[in-house]
């Protein structure tokens, strides 16, 4: 199948690190979505990038994009319990969702 | 507001029978994706609906379609389910097709085939 690959596939930090997770394609990104997902649940949207930005903020989250090499992070500072859960990158023009990195975060 | 919801939340069938799922968006929101999600292959594309035309549709067999109605809602439809069917189907709503939209997400349809 047809997918995103994000490094790594789990991480396990203390609350106050930071956290940092990749995702890179195979094709060109326009539009690009991050999402966390609890438990199985619903995906939650978190921030959305597109091929003209480099960088981008939303609170203690920060995304990069580099088109040429297809690749994008997210960084989420100064980590907390309730950030434990599943994060997705999704290539929206190319309907691709990223493998997804479990983060977990020790109080 | 309303967020997205799905129906049932939890479903279990047997092999070669057929199932419906349900999704009803978010008020005023027109386009509807619907996605599976396995531990194996992670969260795949199904379709994408605006306005009751399907826009994509993802590399699945023809056993698995869906349709939208005049309201917005959606439903999709899968006829003789096989065990490897089993998967947490999820449903997403947004306000247009742009593809920089942000998707709400429904909880999901857990389907257990057996």
């Not at chain 2, 969260?43 to 035309?53: K, R």
Request: charged share 20%; aromatic share 10%; proline share 3%.
């Amino acid at each position: 199948s047809q997918q995103g690959e994000e490094d790594p596939q789990a991480l396990s930090i203390q609350e106050g690190e930071n956290a940092t997770m990749n995702c890179s394609y195979k094709t060109s990104i326009n539009n690009l979505q991050w999402y966390r997902q609890n438990s199985g649940r619903g995906l939650v949207h978190l921030i959305l990038i597109r091929s003209n930005e480099r960088e981008k903020h939303s609170g203690r989250l920060r995304v990069t994009l580099d088109t040429s090499k297809k690749s994008s992070s997210l960084l989420i500072t100064a980590s907390r319990a309730a950030d434990t859960a599943s994060y997705f990158c999704y290539n929206t023009d190319k309907l691709i969702f990223g493998t997804g990195t479990r983060l977990q975060v020790f109080p | 507001k309303a967020g997205v919801t799905q129906t049932p939340r939890y479903l279990i069938k047997t092999r070669g029978q057929q199932v419906t799922l349900s999704c009803s968006p978010i008020s005023g929101h027109r386009s509807v994706s619907w996605y599976q999600q396995t531990p194996g292959q992670g969260l795949q594309f199904l379709f994408e609906y605006f306005s009751e035309t399907q826009r994509n549709k993802g590399n699945f067999p023809g056993r698995f379609s869906g349709r939208q109605f005049s309201n917005s809602r959606s439903e999709m439809n899968v006829s003789t389910l096989e065990l490897g069917d089993s998967a947490l189907y999820l449903c997403a709503s947004s306000l247009s097709k742009d593809r920089g939209e942000t998707q709400y997400f429904g909880p999901g349809t857990r389907l257990l085939v057996l």
